[in-house]
């Protein structure tokens, strides 16, 4: 037996990636391909394996520090000795990354050379197409032999043009840079940011820039709806069932989602012309955590009941705050829900969690004097924050969608929900 420092190997794109998880403990017993930690990038997450059989002496990382290629994991007291094809593939891979420059390089040359010619080979109705749009052939690089222009060469011209030409007529980000630091007016206490609000900031950063937003306010009567959810009882044991409004809206979504299909979508590039329509039903429940906001998918909620939403909901909410959700298990939606009626408060303007294109803000249930059926009397009313993609949706299909909601959360609806 020989102590052998076991460290992180080559993982390609990965640098300075925090570690989220250690998976073994000093003491402990391992074979070869055994996981020993897992890394998380802002792309993917991966697990590290051991590559020696042994007995784990001394750990030497742990959660929340940052690693790269070789730095230490684990000291152990190792059986087993390196495979050669280790080694061979860590020589390919720096082999890979000799050659990358080179080619590149031989790339830059051709497009240089390119530059320096003075004629193009191409047909005459490939010539009479790049006049029309008003394209010099001749800084134009043919894909075909011996460099011989065709039409998709001209399309590519022109489309990196416009693209360059985009990216020039951009303006450039500012950053304000502070004048002042905060300790000069009084006490500070510098903290970590969670790493889930770290890795979600990006992609509401990316939702508010790109998306339109707009926000359509208005308010269900769910009286009918209340009383029917405090009354149900368990019919083998005769208790009351702690079934949560959430559930309900869940599934009064899912039913507004089959009729108004656009809001079941997604658009990738607008530029294309095309967007996504998606067959399936996963609503994403946003979960408050002490590490930050999650959003998991619960799939395919149509053709699940009140008992069973229910459940998966609880189970959802209680991997996300215990960080064992499946990373996947947060994309893929077809429309998020984010409730506040727990806390408190009414209306608010979410944000879309992109790709998606709405998202539906749930305020908290109040008792409110409404004028029904010739008078005033009490009724119990859900605020409704509905935002959506201005670019798909109108401000008419958003209301007639938050119509079909109220009704689905209605009276007439309420017993259908529960089936």
């Known amino acids: ?126 010539r009479k197409f790049a006049r029309e749009l008003g394209v010099d052939i001749n800084q134009v690089i043919g894909s075909e032999r011996k460099g011989r222009v065709i039409e998709s060469d001209i399309k590519l011209f022109v489309a990196s043009k416009s693209k360059n030409l985009e990216n020039n007529t951009r303006q450039p980000y500012e950053k304000i840079k502070q004048e002042f630091s905060h300790s000069e007016f009084g006490e500070v206490e510098i903290k970590d940011i969670p790493r889930v609000k770290r890795l979600s900031s990006k992609y509401l950063i990316n939702s508010w820039t790109k998306i339109p937003h707009v926000t359509n306010h208005d308010e269900a009567d769910i009286t009918e709806l209340e009383e029917f959810r405090t009354s149900l009882t368990d019919i083998y044991t005769g208790e009351k069932k702690k079934i949560t409004p959430l559930a309900f809206i869940v599934k009064a979504l899912t039913a507004s989602l089959k009729k108004f299909t656009n809001f079941n979508s997604s658009i990738d590039e607008i530029e294309d012309g095309k967007m996504t329509v998606k067959k399936y039903f996963h609503i994403g429940i946003a979960v408050d955590t002490p590490h930050g906001l999650m959003v998991p998918k619960l799939r395919n909620a149509d053709n699940k009941n009140i008992d069973l939403i229910s459940s998966e909901l609880k189970n959802l909410s209680e991997q996300c705050r215990n960080l064992k959700i499946d990373k996947k298990e947060l994309f893929g939606g077809s429309m998020t829900i984010t409730s506040l009626g727990g806390i408190g408060g009414s209306f608010f303007t979410p944000i879309i969690n992109y790709p998606e294109v709405a998202i539906l803000g749930v305020g908290k249930a109040e008792k409110k004097q409404i004028f029904f059926k010739g008078k005033f009397v009490t009724r119990t009313m859900l605020p409704l924050s509905l935002s959506y993609d201005h670019r798909i949706i109108d401000g008419a299909e958003a209301a007639r969608f938050n119509n079909e909601l109220k009704e689905n959360l209605g009276k007439n609806f309420a017993y259908k929900l529960a089936i």
């Not at 076991?6 to 250690?22: A, Q, R």
């Not at 684990?74 to 593939?89: F, G, M, R």
């Open 1 to 126: 037996m020989s102590d052998t420092e076991i460290k992180v190997p080559n993982i390609g794109d990965f640098k300075d990636v925090e570690v989220i998880e250690v998976l073994v403990s000093e003491g402990q017993k391992l074979k070869k391909n055994d996981p020993l930690i897992t890394i998380e990038s802002d792309k993917s997450s991966v697990e590290i394996p051991s590559t020696l059989d042994g007995k784990i002496k001394t750990i030497k990382t742990k959660v929340g520090d940052k690693v790269s290629e070789g730095d230490l994991i684990l000291i152990l007291e190792s059986t087993s000795q390196p495979t050669a094809k280790i080694k061979e593939k860590t020589v390919l891979e720096k082999d890979i990354k000799k050659i990358q420059p080179i080619k590149a390089e031989i790339q830059q040359t051709t497009i240089n050379q390119k530059n320096n010619t003075s004629l193009s080979s191409a047909s005459p109705k490939v």
